[in-house]
């Protein structure tokens, strides 16, 4: 394996555990889960491998084999910088329960294709950590730690999908979460044996202003729960009655964030039932949601949409965060060529750089490698 390699070279001496967590896609449920709602994401077969050591003082030393090949020597938690801080927040957050490590990093995930890398890099080394001092930790109570890390440390507002994902989701089988109770059940999801996949389309854009839209996105979820007297949006029970409450962006963003749930409990229904190739029509109706009521899209997810489905795909949204990433689309196997197709020219006719298309098949959450 490349990162022990690098980590012999680099320390001198074997690592003592090395942990694999994977990046992903989210299928349905998007921007419900700091609204206490439902999620659906699946892991994909890319993501963060850490070969940690630990040490008897507090110092970190860190390798990425995708950047910084040698070691960048942290003392202070202040001193960290960059990419760093998702591993530095991580033991920030774990205090005294542990000293410091000799840690490599091995990165498969595209970069900036929002498949989150940055929760894949904080799971790792902390299921890393919590092998080699025994804390311990559920996965769930890993994926809150690193989400922690990623609020209160690197500063991001960040909802629990991603990190649940990386350290919960099982092979074959999409992760069926429940943001408030964080109850979660894993959910079959073989498309294969229907002819069909799941096909990412990564526009390689990534839009500069898409954290502070996150920020407001979520305060006026918050804002918009306070005027109407429930907890979270999650709580609405009857939309009709909320609309009338709310006005402009409150009211298109709770549209959108109650609908969505209902688009997840449907979903998990229709692949319960078998119905595959129709989930299709709930992709399509998120991303319409998502571009019209939470305006979180751009337009190369739009397009990459749009042209998805003329070329044949059975439905498509995007996925993640918006504002650039990827959208990905359900596909049976005789269309896959003719959807490639029809992306491609359209981002060709709008004069869009080209996108890259990546398959996801559902694989394993974190685990432990060596
Ligand atoms: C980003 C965040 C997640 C979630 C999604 C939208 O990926 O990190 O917590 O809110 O956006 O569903």
């Not at 860190?62 to 040698?70: A, E, K």
């Not at 990165?107 to 890099?121: E, K, V, Y």
């Not at 979180?296 to 498509?316: C, Q, T, W």
């Not at 981002?347 to 394993?364: K, N």
Request: charged share 20%; proline share 5%.
């Amino acid at each position: 394996m490349r990162v022990v390699e690098a980590f012999r070279a680099a320390y001198g001496a074997s690592p003592q555990t090395v942990w694999h967590a994977p990046g992903r896609v989210n299928l349905i449920g998007e921007h419900t889960d700091y609204n206490d709602g439902f999620v659906l994401p699946f892991a994909v077969p890319w993501g963060v491998t850490a070969a940690v050591t630990p040490r008897t003082d507090k110092t970190i030393r860190l390798l990425s084999l995708q950047g910084h090949s040698d070691p960048v020597t942290i003392e202070s938690h202040d001193d960290s910088t960059g990419w760093t801080r998702y591993v530095v927040g991580v033991f920030a957050m774990l205090g005294d329960r542990v000293a410091g490590a000799d840690i490599a990093i091995d990165g498969t995930i595209p970069p900036g294709a929002g498949l989150s890398s940055s929760a894949a890099l904080e799971v790792s080394v902390a299921s890393a950590l919590n092998d080699l001092h025994d804390l311990g930790m559920t996965p769930m109570e890993i994926a809150l730690l690193s989400q922690k890390a990623e609020n209160g440390f690197v500063g991001v507002p960040s909802g629990i999908l991603d990190q649940a994902a990386s350290a919960l989701c099982q092979e074959g089988h999409a992760l069926f979460l429940d943001c408030r109770s964080l109850g979660s059940r894993n959910i079959p999801l073989d498309l294969a044996s229907h002819g069909m996949s799941i096909l990412i389309i990564d526009t390689q854009v990534h839009h500069t202003h898409a954290g502070g839209e996150y920020a407001k996105r979520r305060a006026e979820c918050e804002s918009a729960a306070r005027k109407l007297g429930v907890p979270a949006l999650r709580d609405v029970t009857d939309l009709t009655a909320a609309l009338e409450l709310l006005q402009g962006d409150e009211r298109k963003r709770t549209q959108h964030v109650v609908t969505e749930n209902h688009r997840v409990e449907a979903l998990i229904g229709l692949l319960r039932a078998g119905a595959v190739t129709e989930i299709g029509a709930l992709l399509n109706a998120s991303h319409l949601s998502l571009r019209d009521e939470y305006e979180v899209s751009s337009p190369e997810l739009d397009v990459a949409v749009e042209a998805a489905v003329k070329g044949g795909a059975r439905g498509a949204r995007m996925t993640g965060g918006g504002f650039g990433g990827s959208a990905i689309a359900l596909v049976s196997d005789d269309r896959l060529e003719s959807v490639q197709q029809s992306v491609v020219a359209a981002y060709a006719e709008r004069g869009f750089q080209p996108p890259r298309f990546l398959p996801a098949t559902p694989a394993p959450g974190a685990h432990r490698v060596a």
